[in-house]
């Protein structure tokens, strides 16, 4: 991918031989001479930092952050920004007005994938958000809104995110100094059950996790390499400076065992009657029921290790911003107790919030909003394959370029859509007139654009909801105290993750029950499970 690549130069990890280095020279050198004689322009390119021979402008990008440095570059150059990477070139949105024009507007013309080597070494290559743009995405497209968006999903969908929060909830109480792991284990059992249903296979579970860890090990700078320089996937582990190592290679095997054994698990429970509602339980119906051919039930596999490693993975769509929304609520203390009044006016004490509440509580939902705002997960878009020669602001964008959303820039700093982007103010989602929601929504666009957007937004986003709203109703969150007794005032400081995500940094913070009667409701809910 675009920002491991680049991070590879900027941090010296290129590869470490002096025979890779002179191949991936003269891959560059015929490379560029091919696109000169290919490509003869009748517009300009888009505005960008000068390119060194060979390099491009790999070596301009820091390892950490390269969104800010795109969005530097777009209030140098104009946006779009042409980098080249190497011998390719990569046109990067940073405006929300450009980024839908292309990417909606255009989305027949940029909705493809570029060639991703690495993906197809390590078997990713047959799920969703890496195939083409073609048949059988579309397939899998239809699959996954039949499980996740319309409105009989949305139905069925409701019982996996209410256990799921009560869990949650549960173990605040039990063990506050906890959330961190909570979150996280509110994310994946909640992607899980929505997807194989309920598994009591706790292997399984943790085999599920094994890979996850082990596919986002795979993002690292040097392998990423792979995707310019496909040759390098023919070096051999055992050669110093190769980028690939042998547990690379080994990951399709697991990725397909683990595929089957899901896949299997939750098809034997619906068979025998014993299985609960899921994703793959809704793809099975059609299937069983002659509706599909004889090929589908590998897709179906692909499909549902989409659903639960994609939601799992990035904890980008809920888990990042719950712990962002923790972290924001002890600083902006004003903040959390006017979400509390509202809760109590609106919903009262002797219940917790539910998804029909949703349009009655504008400032929560502002609240998360704001949260979205404030630290994109997935700074920077998986990128995109320009299908045909296109035009755009008179600029001439080529045939097979690649296409980033900075997502940062777009939902964070665009000055035409938010004023005084780096505070952190729910208010700017208000309406001061008639107290309804204003503004512009980040939700439409965090979740990428177009025909590309994450089918699984209004899911990921419901549930977040559900989870900030009874965190609200049901906690206080305050400051931690230290060994003297003084409170621990954390920063809203994000840090760069494994596989491009931002997270908070590591604090500390209180979480404890408002009343007896919010622990007694959390008590009876949790005995029902």
Request: proline share 8%; with cysteine.
């Amino acid at each position: 991918m675009l920002p491991t690549v680049l991070a590879s130069v900027a941090s010296g990890g290129l590869v470490a031989t002096a025979t890779v280095i002179v191949l991936a020279l003269c891959y560059i050198s015929c490379a560029s001479v091919w696109r000169r004689c290919k490509y003869l322009p009748s517009h300009p390119p888009p505005p960008g930092p000068q390119p060194l021979p060979l390099l491009g402008n790999a070596h301009q990008v820091p390892r950490d952050y390269p969104y800010r440095t795109f969005s530097k570059w777009a209030e140098r150059f104009g946006d779009p920004v042409l980098v080249k990477v190497f011998h390719k070139p990569v046109i990067v949105l940073n405006s929300l007005r450009n980024a839908k024009e292309l990417l909606e507007v255009r989305g027949a013309k940029y909705s493809d994938r570029p060639p991703l080597y690495l993906m197809k070494i390590i078997g990713f290559d047959v799920t969703t958000p890496f195939l083409c743009y073609g048949e059988q995405w579309r397939r899998h497209r239809k699959w996954i809104q039949a499980g996740y968006v319309d409105q009989a999903a949305v139905a069925r969908l409701r019982p996996f995110q209410r256990r799921g929060t009560t869990m949650l909830l549960a173990r605040l109480v039990q063990y506050p100094e906890d959330f961190d792991d909570h979150v996280k284990r509110f994310v994946t059992t909640l992607i899980m059950d929505s997807t194989y249903g309920r598994l009591s296979n706790e292997a399984l579970i943790t085999s599920s996790m094994s890979l996850l860890e082990r596919f986002i090990e795979t993002g690292t700078p040097a392998a990423s390499l792979v995707d310019y320089f496909p040759f390098l996937q023919y070096i051999p582990p055992w050669i110093p400076g190769s980028v690939l190592n042998t547990d690379t290679w080994k990951i399709p095997q697991r990725l397909n065992s683990l595929m089957d054994d899901l896949f299997q698990n939750a098809k034997s429970a619906m068979i025998s009657g014993t299985g609960n509602d899921s994703f793959v339980s809704c793809m099975l119906e059609q299937h069983l029921s002659g509706q599909n051919g004889a090929d589908e039930e590998a897709q179906m596999k692909a499909a549902a290790i989409t659903v639960y490693l994609g939601g799992s993975r990035r904890g980008s769509s809920t888990g990042i911003p719950l712990k962002t929304f923790i972290l924001a609520m002890i600083i902006h203390e004003e903040v959390y107790a006017k979400a509390q009044r509202e809760i109590d006016e609106v919903v009262g004490s002797t219940r917790l919030p539910e998804l029909n509440d949703r349009d009655s509580l504008p400032y929560v939902d502002a609240i998360l909003k704001e949260v979205y705002r404030i630290n994109t997960p997935l700074p920077i878009s998986i990128p995109r394959r320009v299908v045909e020669d296109d035009e755009f602001l008179g600029f001439q964008i080529p045939k097979g370029t690649s296409v980033v959303a900075n997502l940062w820039s777009v939902v964070h700093r665009d000055p035409e859509c938010y004023a005084d982007p780096d505070e952190f103010n729910p208010g700017r989602f208000i309406d001061p007139a008639s107290g309804k929601s204003a503004g512009v929504d980040p939700r439409d666009y965090i979740f990428s654009f177009g025909r590309r957007e994450c089918p699984g937004r209004r899911f990921a986003d419901d549930s977040l909801w559900l989870a900030v709203s009874n965190i609200i109703a049901a906690f206080n969150i305050e400051k931690a105290v230290d060994a003297e007794g003084r409170e621990v005032t954390p920063s809203l400081t994000f840090l760069p993750g494994p596989s491009r995500r931002v997270h908070p940094e590591n604090f500390t913070c209180s979480i404890r029950p408002r009343s007896q009667r919010a622990l007694e409701l959390i008590t009876e809910m949790s005995s029902n499970l």
